[in-house]
């Protein structure tokens, strides 16, 4: 069942009114002409479901007549709603007491055919419709027709047809009760439908008139705009690693220059000034002791014995010897004397000798000795100088003052105005002299020379290293097109680890980066946006990542849309500021 203002069909319910359970009848205007009210049959217990059905029951009520009791109400209007027919006729008294009786005669018919027929589902829709079809005929004009008002008339209607006749009873055939009310011009039936509508539709046609004028106005390009563009700003701080090197230049790594000079050798001869004494020492040399004959045979041991030379240097043998019968010893001797009157010639020695016992100094038998080679190292007491370690270290500072200063002064020269020393001048001293410390000599002559050394480095060309590290670390972070407005602080700093052939320098960098929206950007940009609405262009110009805000304004006319030749859009973007 519909409540009041709920839609069958264009009709809105006004009310319900009083009806049979074989149908429900209600009070309704339709949605185009609210002037006028009529009724409407609607039979909820009836589905046609066929498409047959539907065509024969929309084409037996179309401009045709509802006869209940020799009374004929012409039918308005006919439709379909979820399946339930339904039609409408002029609203007044007898039409709804026409109608009621209608359906109190219908339901008993309807009945019946469901239980003639219980078990086929269309039993009910076809015994409605041959009911329908005898009842609703094609109206004559007579006295008992009930005829409606302008107000009234069917919404459609057919041409006459000749008489026809279903199941004996005679359709009378004629053209429709009221002729329809027709605008003498066109323009006068579009005024007369309009005054027909009430306030709130009035309104809503009027709105949806402002809403259509105001997408026309939106899709129509302007004579001319601006699009002004905010960027976004990016801040960027940083350390970054240059070295120094005397190789060729590659990434992070400038190319310097080494100045190296070595010094003029200079030499200087000075006494020795160490001061040592020597004692006397006595001479050594070998006796060879052969020819030997004991008296009793065998072997005995022979001490220390004292010989004279020819020349008269006493001789001494060192230790005890164990010599045999016919045998032959070499013995080990010295000088008794210290000096160098101890060195005797070749056989200074060279005669028969006696051999006595140890302690009892008794004889025992005989030999024949001699001194093959000289006695030697017999050297007198005597006093020498010797080199000392300051007597080097005296000379080699005095040099290294005076050849490092000049030194350094001449690599200072060659060190160009553009040219900064990556560390100090470093000096490697180089010395050498005739004796070692401790040697036995009256002098010592030592050899001085010294070779400095120092990197340097333009820096600008370290700055922009510097900075081109940065700038590569910040198109990798930011994207193609993005750039540094205002200065880069780059702060100043000092080599962290430096030698003579390589630096290294660490520099903390920070700069404000934001997107480059060069000439030919801004054309790409200006032809993606031209001719399009506003939202549509603002979309599509904030859907950057580049973008902070956007913002369009143009002389509005004809239409608010972005000119279609991008050649009468502007283009502007907010300055960014640097740092400082």
């Known amino acids: 069942m519909k409540e009041t203002n709920d839609f069958i069909g264009n009709y809105r319910v006004l009310t319900k009114l009083p009806s049979d359970v074989a149908g429900e009848l209600y009070l309704v205007e339709h949605t185009f002409r609210a002037d006028a009210t009529s009724f409407l049959l609607l039979w909820p217990g009836i589905e046609l479901s066929r498409d047959e059905d539907r065509a024969t029951f929309l084409q037996k009520s179309t401009g045709s007549t509802l006869d209940q009791n020799s009374s004929h109400i012409p039918i308005l209007d006919a439709g379909i709603e979820n399946q339930h027919p339904y039609i409408t006729f002029a609203h007044n008294t007898q039409a709804q007491e026409i109608l009621q009786e209608h359906l109190r005669s219908l339901e008993p018919t309807l009945q019946s055919a469901s239980e003639f027929r219980p078990n086929d589902p269309y039993a009910r829709t076809e015994a409605f419709l041959r009911l329908f079809t005898s009842m609703a005929v094609l109206p ?13 008339v069917p919404l459609s209607l057919s041409e006459p047809t000749p008489p026809r006749s279903f199941a004996g009873t005679t359709v009378k055939e004629s053209v429709a009760a009221s002729p329809p009310l027709v605008a003498t011009t066109r323009r006068q039936r579009v ?19 402002l809403a259509l004028l105001f997408a026309l106005y939106t899709h129509i390009p302007a004579l001319g705009a601006t699009v002004t563009i905010t960027p976004v700003q990016r801040m960027l701080n940083g350390d970054y690693q240059i070295s120094v090197g005397t190789g060729s230049p590659s990434a992070n790594v400038i190319q310097g220059r080494k100045i190296s000079l070595t010094s003029e050798q200079k030499s200087q001869t000075v006494a020795a000034t160490g001061k040592g004494h020597h004692d006397a020492t006595p001479a050594t040399g070998n006796l060879v002791v052969s020819q030997i004959h004991l008296n009793n045979g065998g072997s005995t041991t022979v001490g220390e014995s004292v010989l004279t030379s020819t020349s008269g240097v006493e001789i001494t ?11 032959i010893v070499t013995q080990p001797a010295k000088a008794v004397k210290p000096g160098s009157g101890g060195n005797i010639g070749p056989n200074d020695i060279n005669f028969p000798i006696t051999i006595t016992t140890v302690g009892t100094n008794l004889q025992v038998g005989t030999a024949y000795a001699a001194n093959p080679d000289g006695f030697s190292g017999g050297a007198d007491a005597s006093d020498f100088s010797y080199v000392q370690q300051s007597d080097i270290d005296t000379v080699t500072n005095n040099f290294s003052k005076q050849l490092t200063s000049d030194t350094r002064a ?34 010592v002559t030592i050899n ?3 070779t400095c050394a120092v990197l340097v480095y333009k820096d600008q060309d370290l700055q922009q290293a510097a900075i081109a590290a940065y700038k590569a670390d910040g198109l990798a972070r930011f994207g193609e097109g993005y750039d540094v407005v205002g200065n880069i602080q780059v702060t100043p700093i000092v080599p962290n680890d430096a030698s003579v052939d390589s630096a290294h320098f660490t520099f903390p960098i920070s700069g404000i980066w934001t997107f480059q929206w060069t000439l030919q950007r801004q054309k790409e940009l200006l032809n993606m946006i031209a001719g399009k609405p ?47």
């Open 317 to 327: 043998t060192t230790g005890s010897v164990t010599v045999s019968d016919e045998g």
């Open 191 to 209: 005024v007369a439908r309009y005054q027909r509508l009430k306030l709130w539709q009035r309104v809503v046609l009027a709105l949806l008139a």
């Open 410 to 443: 001449k690599i200072t020269q060659q060190i160009k105005a553009d040219e900064r020393q990556a560390a100090d001048i470093q000096c490697t001293p180089k010395s050498s002299s005739n004796h070692n410390a401790n040697d036995q000599s009256n002098d």
């Open 534 to 580: 506003q939202d549509e262009a603002r979309q599509i110009i904030s859907g950057r990542e580049s973008v902070k805000e956007v913002s369009i304004s143009g002389n509005w006319f004809p239409g608010s849309a972005l000119p279609a030749n991008p050649n009468d859009i502007k283009f502007a973007v907010t300055k960014v500021s640097g740092l400082s």
């Open 140 to 152: 004559a004009q007579t006295e008992n027709s009930i005829v409606a008002d302008a107000s009234t």
């Open 448 to 450: 001085f020379s010294t």
